[in-house]
């Protein structure tokens, strides 16, 4: 076990005095009033602009800095940590509260950021000022805010004495903006007892959306599509430029790209789908509803396929295997005809897809004068909607918000939750926060935002969330 001590900021440590003066106030007793609600909703404001305040942009990522940030707060209210470097610089900390037999729940966050421009900010990326009831900062949505409803009701948990089911464990890991292989990845393999004992993980990946209507969908994300990297190469006889052949290493490779970009993917329904566009269906309005409630005959109609790319390339994605070209080298030198060219190829596919199969099927369409090699491949899983886990976070948010379509999610992109499925544990994409369409742009994007009513309802429905969880 190490533990990271530094010297934090000022700043911190009043954010982190306030915190616990409020803890102290709202003694175990009165844990359950409103007042006390109160009190920790306030407390996840401060310690949230706090926590933007932490620069860790990655590359380079210096998460050490949030390790020392939550360090801090655990070691005030006396929660034992353990923390534990990849590489200098890339902290990563978690804490356990122990409890009784049932699946242990692990709330999972990431502490990097990815780099923010401030010259297209009304804010300094890094300030979590306050503006026009907002908290502004790079994290703000991706994903801080969360680690900080996840902290809060870890503590709460904590402060209430109350004996746990299961043991709860709270995780705040470095770069997952780049991968997370000196995050999550290198826990697994390095410090592998983190996760001891662990059934159920709740992690970034769930959204809520509000449409510009109104209208409420919270996707809980059991899925993801499954990133396979490849690499494509083709050789030939090298020579002057000024003496083509008819046939190089790079036409060989244009001819096979050429297939790659002709290739159709055949579109096909998993049931999770199926059940993401049915409840979705209503809120996209007359032109789609009727085809989204049943997409297994959609899917098949000629046109569908485009229509639906036009519309939402993100939903189309969800249909099919997809490659995109994104990388291409020839020669190092304009008048050299090079012995080898390669392409590298972006392809995200269903999450229920044998990867071998789908690798033997690129390598079909390019050809024999290609050598596909795979870079980088997960391994496809889907969580079960069958749990108490799920049922308790839709039950939750039901209540909370009875007029909001709860459905599973199927997500395009990837996070950390990979890492986890592939143990076998079942993680979820969870966020109790009611983000506008409008203010989903700040995802990567500029002016990241989180209204503080978010920050301070989102606290109350983490914490009964882990409560309804982890208490009988
Ligand atoms: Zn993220």
């Keep these: 076990m190490r533990q990271f001590r530094s ?47 932490v620069d860790t942009t990655n590359p380079p990522g210096n998460e050490s800095r949030a390790v020392d940030f939550f360090a801090r707060i655990l070691e005030l209210e006396g929660i034992p940590y353990e923390a534990a470097e990849s590489a200098p610089g890339r902290g990563n900390i978690w804490a356990r509260l122990e ?12 502490s990097d ?31 801080k805010t969360l680690g900080i409803l996840h902290l809060q009701a870890f503590l709460a948990l904590h402060r209430s ?35 001891e004992g662990v059934g159920f993980v709740l992690n970034e990946g769930g959204r809520t959306l509000v449409s510009e209507a109104g209208a409420k969908q919270v996707g809980i994300e059991v899925t993801q599509k499954v990133p396979v990297w490849l690499r494509l190469v083709a050789s030939g006889v090298p020579g002057h430029g000024s003496r083509p052949r008819a046939e190089s290493a790079v036409t060989k490779l244009l001819e096979a790209l050429d297939r790659i970009r002709e290739h159709e993917s ?67 030198k304009i008048n050299v005809v090079p012995p080898t060219a390669a392409a590298e190829l972006d392809c995200r596919v269903l999450p229920d897809q044998d990867v071998g199969a789908f690798v033997a099927g690129i390598q079909r369409i390019a050809g024999e004068e290609i050598e596909a090699q795979t870079m980088m491949a997960f391994t496809p899983a889907i969580s079960p909607t ?71 309802r989102g606290t109350q429905i983490m914490r009964q969330v882990v409560e309804r969880i982890a208490l009988d």
């Design 386 to 456: 069958d749990t108490y886990l799920y049922a308790t976070l839709e039950a939750v948010m039901q209540e909370r918000f009875p007029d909001a379509v709860v459905v599973p999610a199927v997500s395009s992109g990837f996070t950390d939750s990979h890492f986890l499925r592939d143990l076998g544990i079942a993680a979820y994409g969870y966020s109790p926060l009611l983000v506008p369409v409008q203010d989903q742009a700040g995802v990567h994007g500029n002016n990241e935002r989180i209204s503080i009513e978010n920050v301070r």
């Design 113 to 143: 950021v990815v780099p923010a421009d401030p010259a297209f900010w009304d804010t300094p990326p890094l300030s979590g000022q306050i503006m026009d009831g907002h908290v502004y900062g790079r994290g703000a949505l991706d994903t």
């Design 266 to 332: 055949e579109p096909r329904l998993l049931p999770v789908v199926d059940r993401y566009f049915r409840g979705i269906s209503e809120a996209r309005g007359e032109e789609w509803a009727e085809l989204f409630l049943d997409m297994a005959s959609s899917i098949r109609e000629p046109g569908f396929m485009a229509r639906l790319q036009d519309h939402d390339p993100n939903l189309a994605a969800l249909t099919r295997n997809t490659c995109s070209i994104t990388r291409l080298h020839g020669s190092g």
């Design 7 to 53: 010297a934090a900021s000022a700043a911190v440590a009043i954010a982190v005095a306030i915190a616990v003066a409020i803890a102290v106030a709202s003694s175990p007793a009165s844990a359950q009033t409103p007042a006390a609600d109160d009190a920790l909703a306030d407390a996840s404001v401060e310690l949230l602009q706090e926590y933007l305040r």
């Design 161 to 195: 004495g109350r004996p746990l089911n299961r043991d709860v464990i709270f995780m705040a890991t470095a770069d997952e903006e780049a991968g997370g292989f000196y995050g999550v990845g290198w826990l697994v393999e390095n410090r592998p007892e983190a996760f």
């Design 99 to 110: 409890g009784g037999s049932e699946p242990a729940l692990l709330l999972l966050h990431h």
